[in-house]
């Protein structure tokens, strides 16, 4: 099995497991202990947020004295370690699972030494300006500023400390035209592709069992986070797993002081003299608190790709220090939970992860009608379809799907075709799911019931639930716009524009994968977590999903991993701030 094949074999296999399953590694992804927080609040409030516990109500075990309390251990808590552990401070992390997170595949920065040696180099002012246009300016551009200026030194900080243990980093400049529909599209995408020795992958294949289950084995392999955690250990980090935090302390003047904390032997007071960094991510994992929070989109929810354990305890933490929220709710949703003609979107989830639908084909909804241009971001469909029945949009292809996909030449991780970017050795970098995998996806969704395949046209609408007149006659114009290249209807642009003319029709409904809020607490461009006058609150800091002021609605998936760039880069930020390092 080939490295491309393995990771995406891999991939596929969490992907198609038993519907609606949880799946990632993050923050209380494994072993996580009863939920402190909610024996230890004496009394709640009406808001979702409740109230704290008064601090004489606990039982305190131990009180313990650090520099630099890191409360969560996932991409911002991890490089928040390393960098804490590199400078000497003197810091605890902690994390309510029983191991680390990881540092996701994509690391959208901009300026790493790397994009010289590929001799590509956007505007730092252009890719800042697109963020906060994708917000309609309901953001802060100087936190923008923050991860845009020192986003490429992180990188490159990342990738001096796991060279030598395999990880080989890449930029992938092969942005297609630039555009995917009207929507600008930077060269931002980082990555590390890792080598493996003959040992690790036996490991692998030992901790898979005879079954050689991809998902497994990769699951096995060391990545990026094992690296740096491994690094940070070795400079003498202080982590400690299935510990959870429980809420903020404060000084009389309201500066964070450090934390109140659980772990196996009961409470604990730790005392943090530079403050404390939550890193805890955003409230994805709870179904009813993204329901609360955010209707708009948990109501468009099919799979759910949720952080387990990240169920907004940090930001009621930030709260209850005096923080605020993001006032518009905001969940990363990429459209790919194919869901059966006769199931409810919305939790519990019934989807099933099928990489077409992030691909440009006809959408319709139930009524068989189109809805908009298909060429937009992953999740403005699933948004648009909150104004048809049911909130669900279908998906329609043909015979000859894989030869407009390549005409589409998505971007980030809906790319299908793989890319012929390169590392700076010449090898491929691996990115692109391949056709393979796009294949058996598909098929398990016929198997499963949930995508639909007929040879008329009117046979897949009667299968889709929807009026057979109706899709019929949507096709034809549709298929008319396409041989006239031009589209009068919604503005698809001409190398999208292609003809469903050719057996096998195949349609889904689809929703979106539910995989993570971005609208945590408020901060400022160092990181400092935003009273409601605006005013950062010594001590405190977040990173992260934790963290907000970047997005607002929708998330910028064109601008490819600038979420996961933006929370390493505030991690390493918000570490030498505290220490007074910047």
Same mark, same amino acid.
């Given at each position: ?6 990771? &995406? ?8 497991? #038993? ?10 992804? %494994? ?6 927080? !909610? ?13 704290? +516990? ?30 804490? +552990?590199?400078?000497?401070? *003197? ?10 997170? =990881? ?12 994009? !010289? ?5 956007? %505007? ?7 963020? @906060? ?8 551009? /100087? ?51 890792c080598d493996y020795t003959e040992e690790q992958m036996a ?21 990026? =986070? ?5 690094? $940070?250990? !070795? ?29 196996? !032997? ?12 939550? $890193?805890?991510?955003?409230?994805? +994992? ?8 955010n209707p708009q989109s948990a109501c468009i929810g099919g ?32 459209? /790919? ?11 519990p989830y019934q989807g099933n992860s099928c990489w077409m ?5 006809? *959408?319709?909804?139930? *009524? ?33 799907? &894989? ?6 030449? @998505? ?58 007149? +109706?899709? &019929? #006659?949507?096709?034809? *114009? ?68 934790? %963290? ?20 390493? @880069? ?13």
């Amino acid at each position: 099995m080939d490295r491309r094949t393995f990771i &995406k074999s891999g991939l596929l296999a969490g992907a198609v497991a #038993a519907a609606g399953a949880a799946v990632g590694c993050a923050p209380g992804a %494994s072993g996580a202990s009863e939920s402190a927080a !909610e024996e230890a609040l004496a009394a709640t409030g009406d808001a979702w947020y409740g109230e704290p +516990a008064p601090l004489d109500s606990f039982d305190l075990v131990d009180t313990e004295e650090c520099e630099l309390l890191i409360c969560g251990c996932g991409a911002g808590g991890i490089v928040a370690t390393a960098t804490a +552990a590199e400078e000497g401070i *003197r810091a605890i992390t902690i994390d309510k699972g029983a191991s680390h997170g =990881s540092i996701k595949t994509y690391v959208g920065v901009v300026g790493s030494r790397i994009d !010289e040696q590929y001799g590509v180099a956007p %505007s730092k002012m252009d890719v800042m300006n697109e963020l @906060t246009r994708y917000t309609n300016g309901f953001c802060n551009p /100087r936190v923008a500023r923050t991860w845009i200026e020192e986003g490429g030194a992180t990188f490159d900080w990342i990738a001096d400390i796991v060279d030598d243990r395999g990880a080989n980093p890449f930029y992938e400049t092969d942005v297609g035209s630039g555009f995917h529909g009207v929507w600008p599209v930077y060269p931002i995408q980082h990555g590390f592709l890792c080598d493996y020795t003959e040992e690790q992958m036996a490991e692998a294949m030992e901790k898979a069992g005879e079954s050689g289950d991809p998902a497994a084995m990769k699951q096995a392999l060391p990545g990026v =986070s094992n690296y740096l955690m491994d690094y $940070a250990i !070795e400079k003498g980090a202080d982590v400690r797993y299935l510990t959870e935090l429980v809420q903020l302390m404060q000084d009389e003047s309201g500066a964070v002081t450090g934390a109140i904390v659980k772990d196996s !032997e009961g409470y604990k007071q730790i005392n943090a003299s530079k403050g404390v960094i939550l $890193a805890t991510g955003g409230y994805e +994992a709870d179904p009813g608190l993204l329901a609360e929070i955010n209707p708009q989109s948990a109501c468009i929810g099919g799979v759910s790709m949720a952080q387990m354990g990240n169920d907004g305890l940090g930001i009621k933490a930030g709260i209850w220090a005096g923080g605020v929220k993001d006032a518009i709710p905001t969940l990363m949703t990429f459209s /790919r939970a194919a869901i059966a003609p006769d199931a409810p979107l919305g939790d519990p989830y019934q989807g099933n992860s099928c990489w077409m639908g992030d691909q440009p084909f006809l *959408r319709v909804n139930m *009524r068989g009608e189109r809805i908009c241009c298909e060429s937009s971001p992953y999740d403005y469909p699933l948004f648009v379809a909150t104004y048809s029945p049911q909130n669900k949009v279908a998906t329609i292809w043909d015979a000859n799907y &894989k030869d407009h996909i390549a005409s589409f030449h @998505t971007l980030g991780c809906s790319r299908i075709v793989p890319s012929e970017s390169t590392l700076p050795d010449g090898r491929p970098n691996g990115e692109g799911l391949t056709f393979e995998a796009n294949d058996m996806m598909i098929a398990q969704g016929i198997e499963m019931g949930i995508i639909q395949q007929a040879d008329t046209l009117e046979e897949l609408a009667e299968k889709l639930l929807m009026p057979a007149d +109706a899709l &019929k #006659a949507t096709v034809v *114009r549709y298929n008319e716009l396409c041989e006239a290249g031009e589209d009068t209807d919604f503005g698809k642009e001409p190398n999208a524009l292609l003809p469903l003319t050719t057996p096998p029709f195949t349609g889904a409904y689809f929703g979106g994968h539910v995989l993570c809020t971005i609208d945590g607490l408020k901060i400022d461009e160092h990181g400092r977590v935003l009273t409601a006058e605006q005013e950062p609150i010594a001590g405190l800091y977040a990173v992260g999903n934790c %963290s907000g002021s970047l997005y607002a609605g929708s998330y910028p998936e064109l601008l490819i991993g600038n979420a996961n760039g933006r929370t390493v @880069t505030f991690g390493r930020h918000a570490v030498k701030h505290a220490a007074g390092l910047l």
